[in-house]
C-alpha cells in the first residue's frame, strides 16, 4: 500500500539571478512499514524534501500526496493539524518543552487537541523505547539519546502516517548514535512504522532497507539494501 507519493517535485527560492533550485523534479513513492533513508550532503536539498514532506514549505511545483491527501490542497491551518496528526517529526535537537516531565512532552500532541491517550499505545511505546521508568524525569535530567527517545515517543503517539527523522543522531556520540538508529529500527518493525530518515551519514543510511541519495535537488540513486 502507497503512504507516500510525490510527483515532479520542485522547490526554487529566491527570483533572477539570485534563484536557487533546492528540489529539481522529485519522483518518489514509499510503501506504508518501509524504512527508507534519504542520503544526500548538504545543499543536495533533502532537508527541503523533508520540511515539504512535513507540511512546513510548499513546494513550487508538483504534488506530493501522503495518506491519500494531496498536500497543495490544505490550507495553512490544515496543514497544521495534517502535521500533527498525520506526520511524526523528530528533529536533531529534540525540540522538548524543559518544564514538561517525559510523559507530558510526549502527550502533548494530543494534549494540545484535547484527546484522551491511548494508555495501551502509550505503554507499548514507552516500553518499547526503553524510557517507562523515565516518565517523571525533566529533559535537564534526561541524556541526550533518552531526550531522543521521548521525540520519537512523541512522534509516534499519533499513530502518524509517517515518521519523519532530521538527522536524528548529528548531535549525539556514536553509542547514543547507534542506540537512536536501533530505535527507528525497532519503531519500524515493532510498530510497523513508516519512517524517512534525513541524513548525510552514509554509515547511518546503510541500516535502512531503502536507501534513496540526492543530489543538488535530483535523486541519483533509489537502492533496496534488503
Known amino acids: 500500500m502507497e503512504i507516500l507519493k510525490c510527483e515532479g517535485l520542485r522547490k526554487v527560492y529566491g ?16 510503501s506504508k512499514g518501509e ?6 550532503a548538504s ?4 532537508s527541503t524534501l523533508l520540511h515539504i514532506l512535513g507540511t512546513v514549505e510548499r513546494p513550487t511545483g508538483g504534488r506530493v500526496i501522503v495518506s491519500g491527501t494531496d498536500l497543495s490542497k490544505l490550507d495553512q491551518t490544515q496543514a497544521a493539524l495534517f502535521r500533527r496528526r498525520k506526520v511524526g517529526l523528530v528533529y536533531q535537537f529534540y525540540n522538548l518543552i524543559p518544564t514538561l516531565t517525559a510523559e507530558k512532552n510526549i502527550l502533548l500532541p494530543l494534549t494540545l487537541d484535547k484527546k484522551k491517550p491511548d494508555r495501551e499505545l502509550f505503554d507499548r511505546i514507552t516500553g518499547a523505547l526503553g524510557i517507562a521508568d523515565k516518565l517523571d524525569a525533566l529533559p535537564d535530567q534526561l541524556s541526550g539519546g533518552e531526550q531522543q527517545r521521548v521525540a520519537v515517543a512523541r512522534a509516534l503517539i499519533y499513530r502518524p502516517a509517517l515518521l519523519l527523522a532530521d538527522e536524528p543522531t548529528g548531535n549525539l556520540d556514536q553509542k547514543n548514535s547507534k542506540e537512536v538508529v536501533d530505535m527507528l529500527k525497532l519503531s519500524n518493525r515493532g510498530l510497523e512504522q513508516t519512517i524517512l530518515l534525513i541524513t548525510h551519514d552514509e554509515k547511518v543510511a546503510m541500516e535502512a532497507e531503502r536507501v534513496i541519495t540526492i543530489e543538488d535537488g535530483r535523486i541519483i540513486g533509489d537502492e533496496r539494501r534488503r
Open 15 to 30: 527570483s533572477g539571478r539570485g534563484q536557487v533550485t533546492a528540489l529539481d523534479g522529485i519522483d518518489l513513492s514509499v
Open 35 to 40: 524504512f527508507v533513508a534519504i542520503l544526500g
Open 43 to 46: 545543499g543536495s536539498g533533502k
